[in-house]
């Protein structure tokens, strides 16, 4: 193979094209429009490249998902995708430019979502069950992101590119720390409680719910939420 750089690239190119002209279903229009086709196609090149890239991000996330982030490799996310792993370099570096994405795209609106409702107030329950039910309603649209984190926290912390993380957790959790010492002050919450061990106890038994929920299954994200906020409340003890 090394022998042939020429023509192993030349697969690759062809591969690609082949994939992303049948993804978008106009293969044979594309090839039977002769020059003005293709200038045509040339003109959308950068929304075709942008749609190709989010497909790839998606596979890979449903592959570090299913199989986790370490053991998933670039052959892998390529042979998901029906391409060859050469082209899939054409958009991302590695597989840490992918995970990379799908991490900061859930950390991004996990922390825009937090603030705003701290930032619209009412009182501290209130606030925590709003809080609670963000964390819920990720569970879903970002499957991939909360496996990972479950998984491969330890392993991609000590990585520089993934620096931000910390720093965003320390974020989110600054902002649930007020709210639990804001109930504590007012006499709503227990003076007796933690409020660092609570909220990492809070946030640890809901990010490993991603190992069971199954979305379109008996409960959804918001039923979760429901039940979890009556224990964590009301307990499971009559009163």
Request: proline share 3%; glycine share 10%.
């Amino acid at each position: 193979m090394s022998t042939r750089p020429g023509r192993a690239a030349g697969r690759a190119r062809h591969n690609e094209g082949v994939t992303t002209t049948s993804a978008n279903s106009g293969r044979s229009t594309a090839r039977a429009g002769g020059t003005g086709a293709g200038r045509r196609r040339t003109k959308g090149s950068p929304a075709l490249a942008s749609e190709r890239r989010e497909h790839l991000v998606r596979l890979a996330a449903e592959l570090f998902a299913k199989k986790g982030f370490q053991a998933t490799t670039v052959r892998n996310i390529a042979e998901e995708a029906g391409i060859l792993s050469g082209s899939l370099y054409h958009h991302f570096d590695s597989k840490e430019s992918i995970v990379d994405e799908i991490l900061s795209g859930y950390f991004d609106e996990l922390t825009a979502s937090s603030r705003a409702v701290v930032e619209r107030g009412g009182e501290p329950r209130e606030v925590l069950s709003a809080l609670v039910r963000i964390c819920f309603d990720a569970l879903e649209p970002h499957r991939a992101a909360v496996t990972v984190l479950q998984n491969d926290w330890n392993y991609l912390r000590d990585m520089p590119r993934f620096g931000y993380l910390g720093k965003a957790e320390n974020e989110v959790e600054q902002l649930w720390l007020a709210e639990i010492e804001r109930g504590r002050q007012a006499g709503i919450f227990r003076a007796d409680i933690n409020a660092r061990l609570t909220y990492r106890m809070i946030r640890d038994t809901i990010g490993v719910t991603v190992r069971w929920f199954q979305p379109g299954g008996s409960f959804d994200a918001g039923d979760l939420a429901d039940h979890y906020l009556k224990v964590l409340f009301d307990g499971i003890c009559v009163h």
